[in-house]
């Protein structure tokens, strides 16, 4: 069967029983119909999104050599064809091919994915090809994308711990100079800690005034102290400066003594503070039970002339903790609420349902089969 992807396929499902059809609803709306055969695969699936302007999409699927081809057919609220497309999956529900046309007809996209032990190595589109390299732990060493004449577009390297956790990440443009660099530290438990995002030099280009000329002063001064890094992928002296990225500076990363994250702060060097130093911009907070079940969590966004806070304390909102499913007689789920959430499954089997399990029905069998009745 196929699986979920940002494509919208269907997942291979679970269930027991020869499944006719499932119609979903969402808060009291139909939401979904999903037909299937009578060997268990997904044959066709109509979705109603109530919050979009693509409110209904169509798929139909058909199987053949391992392989799952999905056309579809997206429309507006006005009921017009607004996309119409097909993707194709392999065995392990990977995208293998996909092509989508605009509601004239006119192909925007189509690409080919090609996969070797189930990891992908080489991506084609229209107006580029990407290539993906591994090493012997199946890590991603490298990215590099080119156009259609086999000129380098961007290139992506990636670094590991001993431990196989990403160390560093370097970004490289269509002159192999450097223009963005990621480097992550982790504890001794190799839990992440922190993680520091450099960029090439921005042009920084107040509207002239006195403050703006002050911010300006404080941006060179901060300059002066941040790691430059001026060489490209060759090892090559570049004629200008790399520092630390001032929007998305550093985030660092707290944990409790069960490992659980508590704390995720993000700084970054504003130039038109008056600090010259790393300021917070987005503080993140979480507590846990005695179970490690998140039970709290705050946000809190550090603004020029005010701070944005909220928060979330699932100990105290009863409609959080209230969780209802509800099964038949197959043990399929029919019925599901968590919170505000409601959905509802109507299941429609290709042979009849069996009676309810409630005991009297449970003898009955074992007596039919030992006495061949």
């Known amino acids: 069967m196929c699986g979920y992807n940002q494509l919208g396929a269907s997942k291979k499902m679970n269930y027991k029983g020869k499944i006719k059809s499932i119609r979903e609803t969402f808060n009291g709306k139909l939401s979904s119909v999903t037909k299937f055969d009578e060997s268990g695969n997904i044959i066709e699936i109509d979705s109603w999104s109530h919050m979009r302007n693509r409110a209904y999409r169509k798929y139909i699927k058909n199987y053949q050599d391992n392989n799952c081809i999905t056309k579809y057919t997206h429309y507006d609220r006005e009921n017009d064809i607004y996309q119409k497309g097909c993707f194709v999956t392999d065995k392990n529900d990977n995208v293998i091919y996909r092509l989508i046309k605009n509601k004239e007809g006119k192909k925007i996209i189509e690409s080919e994915f090609i996969f070797k032990h189930n990891k992908i190595v080489q991506e084609k589109h229209l107006d580029k090809n990407i290539d993906y ?17 086999g000129n380098t577009i961007e290139s992506i390297f990636w670094e590991y ?51 703006s000329e002050r911010a300006m002063r404080r941006f060179e001064e901060i ?14 002296n570049l004629d200008f400066k790399f520092h630390i990225d001032y929007f998305k500076s550093q985030t660092n990363y707290f944990y409790d003594s069960r490992g659980n994250l508590v704390t995720k702060v993000k700084l970054r060097y504003r ?83 069996p009676a309810p399990n409630n005991g009297y029905n449970s003898l009955w069998q074992r007596v039919k089969s030992k006495f061949n009745l």
């Open 161 to 211: 711990t001993e431990f196989g956790k990403v160390k560093s990440k370097k970004f490289y443009n269509a002159k192999n100079e450097l223009f963005k660099y990621t480097i992550h530290e982790y504890n001794k438990n190799n839990k992440k800690i922190k993680k520091f995002n450099y960029a090439r030099e921005m042009k920084f280009s107040p509207v002239p005034n006195e403050k």
């Open 271 to 353: 130039p038109d503070f008056i600090e010259t130093e790393l300021t917070e911009s987005l503080v993140r907070t979480f507590k846990y039970d005695e179970k490690n079940k998140l039970i709290y969590e705050s946000e809190m966004i550090v603004r020029t002339d005010w701070d944005d806070f909220t928060e979330f304390d699932y100990t105290k909102d009863k409609s959080y903790q209230e969780k209802i499913k509800k099964f038949d007689s197959y043990g399929n789920l029919i019925y599901e609420k968590e919170g505000i959430i409601e959905k509802t499954f109507d299941i429609e089997y290709y042979s009849e349902k």
């Open 133 to 149: 390299n591994y090493n012997n732990e199946k890590k991603l060493l490298s990215k590099i994308s080119t156009d259609n004449n």
């Open 223 to 236: 300059e002066k102290n941040m790691v430059h890094f001026n060489q490209d992928a060759f090892g090559k």
